[in-house]
T-cell receptor, first 112, second 113 residues
Framework: GDSVTQMEGPVTLSEEACLTI???????????LFWYVQYPGEGLQLLLK?????DKGSNKGFEATYRKETTSFHLEKGSVQVSDSAVYFC???????????FGRGTSLIVHP | DSGVTQTPKHLITATGQRVTLRCSPR?????VYWYQQSLDQGLQFLIQ???????AKGNILERFSAQQFPDLHSELNLSSLELGDSALYFC????????????FGPGTRLTVT
């Protein structure tokens, strides 16, 4: 079946450091790919998405590019802030499925 | 605020008991999804309803059931509760049954003692 693999956390960074969280998706066909963010005590929020190869999703300074050859969708940010501390989930949804498959989540901790 | 509401926020109950979790989707959304989030299993899809009908089923135990009512709110019923059912239960909604973009509620934290 479909699966999403993302790097294990926690990822601990200092403020203004660069962030990369790796995500790869294994599926039949080419899925739509998503990043969700979960702030402490809250539900998941859609952060960005890409629906086809070479699409770049971006929001709040975060970016991710859908790489077809590796079905990867790595999340990047050039300068993280303390307020970015959260759990980040990569997810993919194959064309024939109504339900996204979520990764295990990566906790990001940003220190001042 | 996603527009999805869930009640209650917290629930503490004993093993063997039965509880009902409630979800109201965003205005205009016809699909409701239920997820269970635990430390060891991550985020697990349980079940989806679209406009009152079951559309997809995931890793939902037989002790669990759900329904979506004509006003589109949904309830997740958990019975014969076990310690391992302690988790965060999220509801999400989307406009279509394809669930292209899902909007999550704040969750209900269930603690079984």
């Amino acid at each position: 079946g479909d699966s999403v693999t993302q790097m294990e956390g926690p990822v601990t960074l200092s403020e203004e450091a660069c962030l990369t969280i790796n995500c790869t998706y294994t599926a039949t066909g080419y899925p739509s790919l998503f990043w969700y963010v979960q702030y402490p005590g809250e539900g998941l929020q859609l952060l960005l998405k890409a629906t086809k190869a070479d699409d770049k999703g971006s929001n709040k300074g975060f970016e991710a590019t859908y790489r077809k050859e590796t079905t990867s969708f790595h999340l990047e940010k050039g300068s993280v802030q303390v307020s970015d501390s959260a759990v980040y989930f990569c997810a993919g949804r194959a064309g024939g499925s109504y339900i996204p498959t979520f990764g295990r989540g990566t906790s990001l901790i940003v220190h001042p | 605020d996603s527009g999805v509401t869930q009640t209650p926020k917290h629930l503490i109950t004993a093993t063997g008991q039965r509880v009902t979790l409630r979800c109201s989707p965003r205005s205009g959304d016809l699909s409701v999804y239920w997820y269970q989030q635990s430390l060891d299993q991550g985020l697990q899809f349980l079940i989806q309803y679209y406009n009152g009908e079951e559309r997809a089923k995931g890793n939902i135990l037989e002790r669990f059931s759900a329904q979506q009512f004509p006003d589109l709110h949904s309830e997740l019923n958990l019975s014969s509760l076990e310690l391992g059912d302690s988790a965060l239960y999220f509801c999400a909604s989307s406009v279509s049954q394809q669930g292209y973009e899902q909007y999550f509620g704040p969750g209900t934290r269930l603690t079984v003692t």
